[in-house]
């Protein structure tokens, strides 16, 4: 991280409300002496470390990245499509693939023979396809240790964890177009029999960690069932059934290559994209690939069980953690809400540098949490008939979560409804929606009439005063979020400074 927030304790009065700055406070002072400060309002004290503002624009940007959906379509489309004609790519001769796939064969379980088909595979991915692998390269240094510890955990090859790269370009919200979801692409059904829980508020296919030891699971069960673990990979993707039919189909056949004709499209293509992808990765320095220190190392986060319900956006106003990374810490959570719920462990990951804080302080981070909770308004419901769509416009700063709260829907619903294969919308862009039991939030069918009356009734223009956050003004204006402050003013970072202008409405 290129900032870092330090939370402090101080007084907590009935307000619950942020107090001034102390601009007064000495660089030597620590947290005990804060406890001294007198101030006009007791609060949870927030003091923010210079970030440069260059630098801060570089982490959204690459948090964004990392949060992206896009990367999953294109390995999905590269799969599906995947010929196996000859490619021209001279950096890299037949013989020494040869002697490369020789080696690698012997050091794992797959079979990494060389053929015709498998060299046209990666010498196309390693002509067409580098700045994808290259993302996929960064993505990995999070990623694979602990796909790798849960792998050893059940004795299972290291190399199962090039199949999440496959599966789903270690994109945790992945979902392809059968409702397949998570880094492991678990259907609803497999994901519920190997523990996964699905709910309105969580999808633990999305989970890292979670998801890989449910796969890991189903793995060990699938080899042994076939005892091949070429197999094995293509009654993963296309279900045992399939795999069983094909060597039926090709007499008797069970070598993956002599099958591989009598599998559906997308499992002809599966393992040797797995395999191209295993020995790109292995040999990626020898053909011109960086590994790059990750910018969030898991080892370098920690979680924390919740003991109430919180959302993200609060945990980030508390924290100082951008929204982006906390949704790319914590992907199984759909609305971006952690639930509380009996009996039930749902965790929050956070960077190690800020648990500690976050520890300390929980009491009044939840307390203010739930006084948030209880402020919020709960307008009566306009009820229409169930068979009654409404046409939602995105506007700036919205997002598919943030949609679907406002319409008591499931993002998945939204996107089915929609068509939509990622989580990206473009401002502008409507979407279809059927209010869940025919019923829509009054907040949302008279939001721009709200909105419009509340800035009209109001200046324009907020001068931040001290205290503030963007968080903290957003709600101050109905239907503004922090986005769209960040928006209307090119705002890339979150300091802000008393006395600060801030326009509070698009126009």
């Known amino acids: 991280m290129t900032f870092r927030f330090f939370i402090s304790l101080a007084l907590f009065n009935v307000t619950l409300c942020f107090s001034q700055m102390q601009d007064s406070i000495s660089a030597k002072g620590n947290t005990n002496d804060l406890k001294h400060i007198e101030t006009q309002k007791d609060s949870l004290l927030i003091e923010k470390v210079e970030d440069d503002l260059i ?122 177009r059968v409702g397949a979801t998570g880094l492991w692409q678990f ?11 699905v709910s309105s508020y969580v999808d633990e296919r999305s989970d890292p960690i979670k998801s890989t030891e449910a796969a890991a699971k189903y793995l060990s069960k699938l080899y042994e069932i076939f005892g091949d673990w070429d197999l094995a990979l293509a009654a993963y993707n296309s279900g045992p059934g399939n795999v069983t039919k094909a ?120 307390q203010l949490a739930k006084t948030e909770f209880d402020k919020r308004e709960k307008p009566m419901p306009q009820f229409f008939d169930a068979d009654t769509k409404t046409t939602h416009k995105v506007r700036s700063g919205e997002f598919l979560g943030l ?11 939204i996107k089915k409804w929609n068509g939509l294969r990622s989580n990206n919308l473009k401002i502008g862009q409507r979407l279809t929606i059927y209010p869940k039991n025919g019923a829509v939030s009054a907040t949302v069918s008279t939001n721009k009439a709200t909105t419009s009356k509340v800035v009209s009734a109001s200046s324009k223009i907020y001068t931040v005063r001290s205290g503030d956050s963007l968080w903290s003004i957003s709600q101050k204006f109905s239907g503004v979020s922090v986005q769209n402050i960040k928006d209307w003013n090119g705002i890339s970072g979150s300091k802000l400074k008393p006395g600060m202008k801030l326009k509070v409405s698009k126009s």
């Open 55 to 176: 630098a801060a624009d570089f982490d959204q940007k690459w948090l964004e990245e990392l949060y992206s959906n896009s990367l999953y379509d294109t390995i999905y489309n590269s799969i599906t499509e995947l010929t196996f004609d000859e490619v021209e790519y001279p950096e890299l001769s037949t013989e020494v693939l040869k002697t490369r796939l020789a080696d690698l064969s012997s050091k794992t379980p797959f079979n990494v023979e060389y053929n015709p088909g498998l060299e046209s595979v990666i010498k196309s991915y390693l002509k067409n396809r580098r700045g994808s692998l290259q993302k996929l390269i960064n993505l990995s240094a999070f990623y694979f240790p602990m796909f790798e510890r849960e792998l050893d955990n059940y004795d299972l090859p290291l190399e199962i964890k090039y199949l999440a790269i496959v599966e789903s370009a270690l994109k945790p919200r992945a979902k392809s």
């Open 403 to 413: 949609i679907a709260r406002k319409y008591s829907v499931r993002v998945s619903d």
């Open 247 to 366: 060597i039926r189909r090709s007499g008797g056949y069970q070598n993956y290559w002599n099958i591989r004709h009598n599998l559906p499209r997308e499992t002809a293509g599966y393992l040797p994209a797995f395999l191209a992808t295993m020995y790109i990765f292995e040999y990626a320095e020898e053909h011109g690939f960086t590994k790059p220190k990750p910018e969030v190392a898991y080892f370098e986060t920690d979680t924390i069980r919740v003991k109430q319900m919180i959302t993200l956006d609060q945990i980030s106003e508390a924290t100082g953690v951008e929204m982006e990374e906390l949704q790319f810490l914590n992907p199984s959570y759909k609305l971006d809400i952690i639930p509380f719920v009996k009996g039930e462990n749902y965790t929050l990951r956070l960077p190690r540098t800020i648990i500690g804080d976050f520890v300390t302080n929980e009491e009044q981070i939840y």
């Open 187 to 197: 259907m609803y059904s497999t994901g519920k029999m190997y523990g996964l829980d």
